[in-house]
DNA sequence: ATGTCGGAATTATTCCGA
């Protein structure tokens, strides 16, 4: 089984690109984030011609938050509770036995940012949510942005950045937290020592300079952690592809046994 | 160059968020 998760920038603008995507890759269940649609204008003629049943949690303009699957899928949470002032971020569907949540973190824009706490308060009430699919000893994966570079290996300017949105204690000891609830970073259980990102800025040719973060993450729990067989960023995603302008974000794919 | 995108508001230009 393949899953994956991807910050897609626009469903609609990235439409063509997530088709090509489908198509080349495969995947089985996917997790995709800032759809920046209402339910009503997600292209789900389009995403279940290619052969995947889809169920969203959108709003206009900006966050939203879908997940796709070849198998049937049922959803399970939509909008993680107490936070549904901060915008469509969260969704859990069942798929075939398998808890898959994917979310969207708020940005936080910077540390002296009114949005700053309360991206803080969104990822414990995120940790407090998802203890229970952990603790259950459940079969569930959490994926999505998670708009946090957990330790030093996962920035390209760790210096630079010291103390400044993403990259501050405050952020990581709540996704540390997050892990100790009971999930497993696959791609850094795979790859303990390899610099990878994830996303790369629009703006100053990053991608090219190789200016990234990794902020996008797969999280599993036990059962599902032992199953990885590999896990991947995939970069090929983050260039223009045939004249189409890709996501700020490439996607992330672990294949499971 | 804080240099690019996507989307909204408003009608090709400016803003906002990331």
Wanted: net charge negative; proline share 4%.
């Amino acid at each position: 089984m393949r899953i994956a998760t991807w910050n897609v920038n626009g469903v609609r603008a990235r439409l063509d690109f997530v088709l090509h995507w489908l198509r080349e890759r495969q995947p089985d269940v996917v997790g995709l984030q800032e759809l920046k649609v209402t339910d009503e204008q997600f292209p789900r003629a389009e995403i279940e011609a290619a052969g995947y049943q889809v169920v969203t949690h959108g709003q206009k303009s900006w966050n939203g938050v879908a997940v796709l699957a070849r198998e049937p899928l049922t959803v399970v949470q939509e909008g993680l509770p107490g936070q549904e002032d901060f915008g469509a971020r969260l969704i859990t569907a069942d798929v075939g036995g398998l808890e898959f949540t994917t979310i969207y973190c708020p940005n936080g824009k910077s540390i002296g940012h009114d949005d700053f706490p309360r991206k803080l308060a969104w990822i414990d009430a995120l940790a407090e949510h998802a203890a229970a699919a952990a603790a259950d000893g459940r079969a569930a994966v959490l994926c999505g942005d998670f708009n946090v570079c957990p330790a030093a290996i996962d920035s390209w300017n760790e210096a630079g950045f010291a103390g400044a949105i993403f990259h501050t204690d405050e952020e990581r000891t709540r996704f540390q937290a997050l892990l100790d609830r009971g999930y497993i970073d696959v791609f850094r259980a795979q790859h303990p020592d390899l610099q990878a990102f994830s996303w790369w800025d629009y703006r100053g040719g990053a991608f090219h300079r190789k200016h990234g973060l990794r902020i996008d993450f797969l999280l599993a729990t036990a059962s599902v952690a032992a199953r990885v067989r590999s896990v991947e960023i995939d970069r090929e995603y983050r260039k223009k592809k045939d004249e189409l302008v890709a996501s700020d974000h490439a996607p992330v794919i672990a294949d499971l046994d």
